[in-house]
């Protein structure tokens, strides 16, 4: 063979072994960052887990649910309940409106 005919093999051949070892790297995540659609954890609850109740407030359920210390909370009219994971769990009605 001659030396110009050898030279499309070679070229060709190099040329697909650089795409393989694209694709390889690719496939093992050698290149750009990974998105994502994981929401973010959610905030811990405030330090201060409770407010002081008003004198209007009803008198407090319990003083723990499930091992949660029970607290008064302003939001939502005044109510008694739990911070679980990040979330407040309601233990009593609005004493305002007398429901939800």
Known sequence: MSSTKIAPLVKSALSAASVAAALAAAT????????????????????????EPPPWAPRKPVEFFDGYPVVWTSGWGGRWGVWINGGFLTLSSNPVTNGG
């Open 28 to 51: 093992l995540g050698m290149g750009a960052a990974v998105a994502s659609a994981e929401p973010p954890p959610p905030p811990p609850p405030p330090a201060v887990q409770g407010e």
